[in-house]
Each structure stands twice: as structure tokens, then as C-alpha cells.
């Protein structure tokens, strides 16, 4: 595991990344290891307990939440969004994607609770290169740190949709709009919910969408790469970057269906163990083994391939890679379909995430694995999440 190490202080070394800190469970074997800064400025190093913003590796937390809900009946997945968010009764969508914002039809049929899973409602994401997408930022949704879920979703339903629902396949908010639903069925606020469904259960006693007062300094400073000249810097504010959604600690009102809990590599850790079974380590159930494998196999119809996310400013030059080109989605997660289109790596059914800021997990059910590496770095190379995935396949 020394090689690992090597690997990314190469990459730290060379100015991409602070720190990086790694686990991988390989059946009741666990390796980890740690090295660079928590704080490049300050010196601080990575700790074995650093705290990290895990920005879209909440959406698979959500998405156990939601599909518990699933289980036990309480929401179907054919369920229109409107049964349980009524304010979504006057949709409207572009005519076609790079219509002004006012040049809209109406809609052919309406999203359901499937296609939230799935990334198929027609919603955008504020940082992708449309015309809703530049809407969502100019209202500044997801910019406070005060409002509610349900006034950001209020916010939301006012807008039209970028797509047809079930015609395209869009990274979106709308896991957002799902986490607003298991507020509303189960009338609690999104962190009472996660909190007694999925962390208390699971002894996930460092996960939350607020840190403690006093554990502020093991959270690792969150940089920016600027691709252009090759270093780190402080976050800047910049249209269109997922850097202008509100990542506050103390709020404590403060809960997203797409982002916004803190978690460190140990605690989510077990979050990732736990999707091998669908139970926690003292065999509590968390989800049983039918309803998990929804989340590890893929869902979409094959016109929605290949699936990408053309964030702003993006090149399609002669190096770009789209790293989904291999890869289906499941309810809530990526999955591998074809290792043959991912230069022959992993295996099959692989499934999981990643976070804006370059934190990454995957469950391998094959071999009974799980592997994460996690760092903070808005706009960071790919090469750190792909030197992991191949050190681990090769």
C-alpha cells in the first residue's frame, strides 16, 4: 500500500491536491492511509479523522432513505412528484434545450418519483452549460445558508423543466426535490430522518449536515484548481460554479437532498460496507437485499446512453474522457455495464459516487469490496480518482 501512498504525493507534490486520505475494505480487511495537508497555508496534516464536505455523496444516503420509504410502502416509484409536491402542478418545459427561458410547451407527461432517482425529470444542475441551468443560478438556488429545503424546492417548481421528463438522461437537482419528499410523508425536517433511518443505526456518529463546535479544525480547507495554470487556490465566486452553493457548519436548519453533509472516510466507510448487504455491522437492517440491488443495477432504457455531464467551460478536445461512458445508473447511483469501455477495469455492477470537491467511493459486491479516497478540491483532476480506480483493478 506504500505504492498508493506514492501515487498520490505525486499528485500533491505537484500542486493538484493538499491532502488525500484512502480505505479500501477488501472482505474483513481494511488498508487506509493518509498523506499532504489539511491546510496547505497552516500546515496542518490530514488526520485519521479529518472531516470532509462530501457534496453529491449525499445523494446515495438520500437515495437509502428514499428507497426505505419504497419498502415499506409509502411511496411507489410510478408515484407522480405532484402527490406529494403540489406545487409542481404548473410545469412547463423548453421547447427545445437552447430555447429562451420563456419559449416553452407543456409537458407530455409528468415526472415521477423514478425518474427523480434517476436523473430523467427534466431538471438541470446550476453549473451545466443550458439555459436552466443558468436560471437556477441567477435566482440563487442553493446559494443560502439559511432557507429550508422546502423554500429552495418552492424556488424551484417556479422554473420549467430543461427536458421532457423520461426523454434524456441530466445530472439535476433532482435528488433535492426527493429529499423534499421524504420530508413531506414522513413529516420531519430531511436531517431528523437521515439521522434516525440510516446514521443512528449505523453508529455514523461523524456524518451530519453540521459539525460540532469543536471539530472545526479537523475539516480540511477547501481549494479550487485552476486548470489554466495549474495550481490551487481559495474558492472563488464565479457564475455557474458549484462553488456558489452554501456549505455552512453550524446551521442547523440547514439540509440538501443533493449535497451538504459533512462525513469522514472511516464513517463513510461503513455507509458503503453497509450497501454490500444492506445491513450494519451489528445486523440491523438497513435495506433489504432486493430494494439495494435497485440502487446497483441499471435502470435507464438504452436511448439514454451514453450518459454525461457537460458541466460549463468544459473541452471536448483530444484528451477529454467522458468517465460515465462505461457506466448506467441505478435508483441513486452510477453502475458499471461494460469494463471494456473503461479500459478494461473493474467489474461489472461496480456501483457508487463521487463529491464536487474530488471524494469518491465505490461497492465492488464481486470481489467484497469497497474503495474510497477523498480530498477537497472544486474543479480537481480526474487523474486522482483514476490512478485509484486503476491501482485497485490492475
Not at 437556477?136 to 429552495?152: A, C, N, P, Q, V
Not at 458503503?272 to 439495494?292: C, V
Request: charged share 25%; glycine share 6%.
Amino acid at each position: 500500500m506504500d505504492q498508493l501512498n506514492k501515487i498520490f504525493t505525486k499528485h500533491i507534490d505537484e500542486g493538484r491536491f493538499p491532502g488525500v486520505q484512502w480505505q479500501i475494505n477488501i472482505k474483513d480487511e481494511t488498508y487506509s492511509g493518509n498523506v499532504g495537508y489539511n491546510n496547505i497555508e497552516k500546515k496542518k496534516p490530514v488526520l485519521d479523522n479529518t472531516i470532509y464536505r462530501i457534496w453529491s455523496m449525499t445523494k446515495p444516503v438520500v437515495a437509502v432513505a428514499a428507497l426505505q420509504l419504497l419498502e415499506q410502502n409509502r411511496i411507489k416509484l410510478d408515484d407522480l412528484v405532484t402527490k406529494y409536491l403540489p406545487e409542481f402542478s404548473n410545469l412547463k418545459v423548453l421547447k427545445k434545450e437552447h430555447s429562451s427561458i420563456d419559449d416553452v410547451e407543456d409537458l407530455k407527461t409528468n415526472p415521477t418519483i423514478k425518474d427523480l432517482f434517476l436523473h430523467t425529470a427534466g431538471f438541470s444542475y446550476n453549473f451545466l452549460a443550458d439555459p436552466i441551468g443558468k436560471q437556477y443560478d441567477e435566482i440563487k438556488l442553493f446559494h443560502s445558508d439559511t432557507t429550508t429545503l422546502e423554500e429552495e424546492i418552492r424556488k424551484l417548481a417556479e422554473l420549467p423543466l430543461l427536458n421532457q421528463p423520461k426523454t434524456k438522461w441530466v445530472y439535476s437537482v433532482s435528488m433535492d426535490v426527493l429529499g423534499r419528499i421524504l420530508e413531506v410523508v414522513l413529516n420531519d425536517t430531511l436531517q431528523n430522518i437521515l439521522q434516525k433511518n440510516i446514521f443512528d443505526p449505523l453508529k455514523m456518529n461523524e456524518t451530519k449536515f453540521t459539525i460540532p463546535l469543536d471539530s472545526e479544525n479537523r475539516l480540511m480547507q477547501t481549494y479550487e484548481f485552476d486548470q489554466v495554470n495549474s495550481k490551487l487556490h481559495g474558492q472563488k465566486s464565479e457564475p455557474q460554479k458549484i462553488g456558489n452553493y452554501k456549505y455552512p457548519l453550524y446551521e442547523k436548519n440547514y439540509a440538501r437532498g443533493g449535497h451538504g453533509l459533512f462525513s469522514t472516510i472511516s464513517d463513510y466507510s461503513i455507509f458503503a460496507k453497509m450497501l454490500h448487504t444492506g445491513k450494519s455491522l451489528s445486523d440491523h437492517t438497513i435495506l433489504q437485499e432486493k430494494t439495494l440491488n435497485l440502487m446497483s443495477k441499471n435502470a435507464l432504457d438504452d436511448y439514454f446512453f451514453p450518459i454525461e455531464i457537460p458541466s460549463i467551460g468544459m473541452v471536448r478536445d483530444e484528451k477529454y474522457v467522458n468517465d460515465l461512458q462505461a457506466y448506467g445508473w441505478g435508483l441513486g447511483c452510477r453502475t458499471l455495464m461494460d469494463p471494456s469501455k473503461n479500459n478494461n477495469l473493474g467489474s461489472k455492477g461496480e456501483f457508487g459516487w463521487a463529491g464536487a470537491a474530488s471524494t469518491y467511493f465505490l461497492v465492488d459486491n464481486s470481489k467484497e469490496m469497497t474503495a474510497l479516497v477523498m480530498t477537497q478540491v472544486l474543479n480537481g483532476s480526474p487523474e486522482l480518482k483514476n490512478d485509484f480506480y486503476k491501482f485497485i483493478y490492475s
